[in-house]
């Protein structure tokens, strides 16, 4: 594969990542990537995220239960909301949950991880 492919490829999994404005699951990166380069194969999306990531590019994204999601990395701290019913994943502004608990005597905390479930707004209008 020529190295101009290559950067092209990768370019057009940047551009869909920043457009999205959220976490992306593989399969969502490929079916927008290929509407620019609809020769694109599944096999050089894995590897270009692998690349993406490799770079410090892109981070993984861990919602309990999914497969990986991807979105830009280096952001301010902040979280997840995935809907029930698209099982799409957003990115939430912040951090709205001050989460201390009462960790018991000895324990330190290094930080939180918090997903929010529920319906986005185009699921909340379809069930209403
Ligand atoms: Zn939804
Ligand atoms: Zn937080």
């Given at each position: ?9 990768r370019r057009?999994i940047r551009d869909?990542v920043e ?38 590019w ?71």
């Amino acid at each position: 594969m020529s190295a101009e492919r290559n950067t092209r490829q990768r370019r057009t999994i940047r551009d869909v990542v920043e457009r999205a404005g959220r976490p992306l699951t593989t399969d969502e990166i490929f079916v927008s990537a290929q509407t620019s380069i609809p020769s694109l194969g599944k096999a050089t999306v894995y590897r270009s995220i692998r690349a993406l990531l490799d770079e410090g590019w892109l981070a993984a994204v861990d919602v309990p239960g999914r497969s990986a999601l991807y979105e830009r990395a280096g952001k301010e701290h902040h979280h997840h909301f995935q809907c029930s019913h698209c099982k799409r994943v957003y990115e939430l502004d912040g951090c709205a949950s001050e989460i201390r608990g009462e960790l018991p005597a000895g324990f330190v905390s290094t930080g939180h991880d918090v997903t929010i479930y529920g319906a986005c707004a185009g699921c909340s209008r379809l069930t209403r």
